[in-house]
């Protein structure tokens, strides 16, 4: 968002026979670089709270949750 300099993600998964190798974390951190890059300063993400897989996925490349209508954001 132009006005805000706010980019929004949506949820990243990967292939039961492919987690936990990376490559979720390597997806989103090459979009966080992307959004930077088109001058963005602040990312937000809308997980499902109940998937603890992507809450803890969301929490490692630095995300934290804001409140539940919210999401969980990232500047960046």
């Not at 300099?5 to 979009?31: F, M, N, W, Y």
């Not at 088109?38 to 937000?44: K, S």
């Not at 996925?57 to 630095?62: I, M, N, Q, R, T």
Request: hydrophobic share 45%; aromatic share 6%; glycine share 8%.
């Amino acid at each position: 968002d132009v006005v805000d300099s706010c980019g929004e993600l949506e949820p990243v998964g990967t292939r039961p026979d492919h987690r936990r190798k990376g490559l979720a974390a390597a997806c989103i951190t090459q979009a966080l670089r992307a959004l930077r890059a088109h001058g963005a300063t602040m990312a937000y993400v809308r997980p499902c709270k109940a998937n603890q897989a992507a809450v803890a996925l969301y929490e490692k490349v630095g995300f934290e949750a804001v409140d539940e209508d919210l999401g969980w954001r990232l500047a960046i």
